[in-house]
């Protein structure tokens, strides 16, 4: 079945630093791909909508130039935290969408815990 | 914009009973799909069942199986015969059929499987 590879599992950085997620599609061809939020014990939230080659959508509220999505292959997007501070902590997931077989199908990764200090 | 209701934030169930997690949704679209999935402690999120709203049978993967009443915007989930490894959060969600493809998710629903 489809596989995303998201990585780091975990991740703990300084203050005033930057952080990259990154999420692979093994076995498909992400067309799109969805980066969510997700605090202790609570719903996901949605961050932004990334198509391949295209500038990503980001959600109401969603700082663009905070979190930088690029998603420039069928295979690989990313969401870079910059200047993070210590309520960015959070897990945060990624999910894709491929063409063809997987059309109906979203894809989860496996998340990332960002704890800043 | 739709929205989805999970009013349970709990619930539990011994093992090998059944359970019914409930789900409602707002939308004026007549072409959507609904989802739920399930988040174990290890917060991967999986596909448990999907139904599309155009389809009046209701949708059954194994032990899993929904009652989709559209009229009523409502999409039940029962587990047959729980397992230990059906603890986990359960999320409900909506896509439209049409136009964006983003997910809408409820606040999810924490089951507790009793031995």
């Known amino acids: 079945g489809a596989v995303v590879s998201q990585h780091p599992s975990r991740v703990i950085c300084k203050s005033g630093t930057s952080v990259k997620i990154e999420c692979r599609s093994l076995?498909?061809?992400?067309?799109?791909m969805f980066w969510y939020r997700q605090f202790p014990k609570k719903s996901l939230m949605l961050m932004a909508t990334?198509?391949?080659?295209?500038?990503?959508?980001?959600e109401q509220g969603v700082e663009k130039d905070k979190f930088l999505i690029n998603h420039a292959s069928l295979t690989l997007s990313t969401l870079t935290v910059t200047s993070a501070h210590p309520e960015d902590s959070s897990f945060y997931i990624c999910?894709?969408?491929?063409?063809?077989?997987?059309?109906?199908?979203?894809?989860f990764g496996s998340g990332t815990r960002l704890t800043v200090v | 914009a739709q929205t989805v209701t999970q009013s349970q934030p709990e619930m539990s169930v011994q093992e090998a009973e059944t359970v019914t997690l409930s789900c409602t949704y707002d939308?004026?679209?007549?072409?959507?799909?609904l989802f739920w999935y399930k988040q174990p402690p290890s917060r991967q999120m999986i596909l448990v069942i999907r139904?599309?709203?155009?389809?009046?049978q209701n949708a059954t993967e194994n032990r899993f199986s929904v009652n989709f009443q559209k009229a009523a915007k409502s999409f039940s989930l029962k587990i047959s015969d729980s397992q230990l490894g059906d603890a986990a959060m359960y999320f409900c969600?909506?896509?439209?059929?049409?136009?964006?493809?983003?997910?809408?998710f409820g606040k999810g629903m924490k089951l507790t499987v009793n031995p």
């Open positions: 939308t004026s679209e007549s072409d959507y799909y």
């Open positions: 990334s198509n391949e080659g295209s500038k990503a959508t980001y």
């Open positions: 999910s894709a969408r491929g063409a063809g077989r997987f059309n109906y199908g979203y894809t």
């Open positions: 969600a909506y896509r439209s059929m049409g136009g964006s493809e983003k997910l809408v």
């Open positions: 076995d498909f061809q992400a067309t799109t």
């Open positions: 139904q599309e709203a155009y389809k009046q």
